[in-house]
Structure formats: C-alpha cells, structure tokens
C-alpha cells in the first residue's frame, strides 16, 4: 500500500523557517514526482512546488520563489519542502502528493494521484 507522511510543521513568528518532510512507504519516492500543496482556513487548496522524477528539477509557486527548496533525499525514501522568511500568508496544511506521470511541472492537484495527511504550519507574531 502506498503511503505518505508529512511531518515538520509547527507554529513559528513570520521571518522563521520550518522544513517539512514528506517520507513514502511501499514505494520508492523516486519513481514518482513528488508536489507540495497547501490549504488555508477558508480557501482551495493551491500547489506550492514540485520535483520532477527524471531530472529532480523543482518548480515553485511565485509567491515562494527565492523562500522555498524543494529537495530529495534517495536514501531516506523523502521529499524535503525547506520553507525560509515565513509569512503569514504562508499559514496552512501542508500536503505533500506523487503522480507517476503526467507534465514535467505540474502544480494541479487533480494530477497527483497519491496524497499524504497533512501537517499544520501557523505563521503567527
């Protein structure tokens, strides 16, 4: 059966930083391209990056460009989400999500086929 778990999330004060994991069980991360999505209270749930599963190349929302890595760890089966200069706005549950096809960069939810629990992150003075 295919898994994902999120961890990482916290309350932290705006400016903090958080890295969130997103490990995989009964499957190999790697085969799949790997999304992070976020919900806040009240709004859709909106993609925030991704990794590709060829290449590894990342892509990122504009709004977390240049605050947000999206990274792979092979040997602990994880996809890393480092989240730096944290914002209010960047409040929500953090989903994290594999598909095993579709486009290089894709930050639709209707293309990821397997999706995590989530974990909560509280930007808040």
């Known amino acids: 059966q295919l898994q994902l778990v999120e961890s990482g999330g916290a309350a932290v004060q705006p400016g903090g930083s958080l890295r969130l994991s997103c490990t995989g069980s009964?499957?190999?991360?790697?085969?799949?391209?790997i999304g992070w999505f976020r919900q806040a209270p009240g709004k859709e749930r909106e993609g925030v990056s991704c990794?590709?599963?060829?290449?590894?190349?990342?892509y990122y929302k504009e709004s977390v460009r240049g605050r947000f890595t999206i990274s792979r760890d092979s040997a602990k089966n994880a996809v890393f989400l480092q989240m730096n200069n944290l914002k209010a706005e960047d409040t929500g549950v953090y989903y994290c999500?594999?598909?095993?096809?579709?486009?290089?960069?894709?930050?639709?939810?209707?293309?990821?086929?397997?999706w995590g629990m989530g974990t909560q992150v509280t930007v808040s003075s």
């Open positions: 990794i590709g599963r060829v290449d590894g190349s990342s």
């Open positions: 009964g499957f190999a991360l790697d085969a799949y391209g």
């Open positions: 999500a594999a598909r095993a096809g579709g486009p290089r960069y894709t930050l639709q939810d209707y293309d990821y086929a397997y």
